[in-house]
């Protein structure tokens, strides 16, 4: 399975962005798809995960509230759409492939990321 994001950029805070993973390969109906992303300097942290049906979701407590996890089977596309965006949201964001009820710690597949950063 290969996973490639897009959709970062540049935002003011409180600005919006949504981002994009396209899969293509051996994808598999057992998988979740999530977004982990890495700060500057700080470690990887899960963002949130989404069901093979989209029916049920998960959000990091940081997130909650602002960030909307979706997918679409028929484009193998997963989508992360990111409201009310805070500096401390910079970071490159990942997306990655595990079954559900992963830690999300080390995924079995994950792409390379996409770059967010939030100006104050």
């Known amino acids: 399975v290969q996973l490639q994001a897009s959709g970062g950029g540049l935002v003011q805070a409180g600005g919006s962005l949504r981002l994009s993973c396209a899969a293509s390969?051996?994808?598999?109906?057992?998988?979740?798809m999530g977004w982990l992303r890495q700060a500057p300097g700080k470690e990887r942290e899960f963002v949130a995960a989404?069901?093979?049906?989209?029916?049920?979701?998960t959000y990091a407590d940081s997130v909650k509230g602002r960030f909307t996890i979706s997918r679409d089977n028929v484009k193998n596309t997963v989508y992360l759409q990111m409201n009310s965006l805070k500096p401390e949201d910079t970071a490159v964001y990942f997306c990655?492939?595990?079954?559900?009820?992963?830690?999300?710690?080390?995924?079995?597949?994950w792409g390379q990321g996409t770059l967010v950063t939030v100006s104050s």
């Open positions: 990655a492939a595990d079954p559900w009820g992963s830690r999300w710690s080390q995924p079995r597949y």
């Open positions: 390969g051996r994808t598999s109906n057992s998988y979740a």
């Open positions: 989404i069901s093979w049906s989209g029916g049920s979701t």
